[in-house]
């Protein structure tokens, strides 16, 4: 009986040893899987990353342009305008400067207003 006893208790061992293997190969099985899936997710957020940053940069470059474009035409106007005022000084400077000179020297005084 007591090799039959040995037999079995060796049966249950080896039993033993091979449910430790098949767990330590899922352990190793799980292991690979989880650093499979980050590597994937990480691969997945720079390809994520790199669509979003062409992305901003297009959307950056039509409405830089645009901005360009406006800031060119407010330049123009303002040029414009700049030269209109110059123009009507050259025009008429003098006659403005005399009538200024003229309301500083002239002083006519006058009594204050009551309030009724």
Do not use: C, W
């Not at 061992?13 to 499979?36: M, S």
């Not at 005399?98 to 309301?103: E, I, K, M, N, W």
């Amino acid at each position: 009986m007591s090799a039959q006893n040995s037999a079995g208790i060796q049966t249950l061992l080896d039993a033993e040893r091979e449910a430790q293997k098949i767990v330590q190969k899922a352990r190793e099985y799980r292991t690979k899987r989880v650093k499979d899936a980050r590597s994937e997710a990480q691969k997945e957020i720079e390809q994520y990353r790199k669509e979003k940053d062409e992305t901003f940069k297009k959307f950056e470059k039509e409405h830089s342009s645009g901005n360009k474009k406006a800031e060119e035409d407010a330049n123009k106007e303002a040029d414009v305008k700049v030269k209109e005022i110059k123009d009507i000084g050259n025009k008429s400077g003098s006659k403005v400067v005399d009538q200024l000179l003229a309301a500083v020297t002239d002083v006519k005084p006058e009594p204050p207003r009551g309030r009724e």
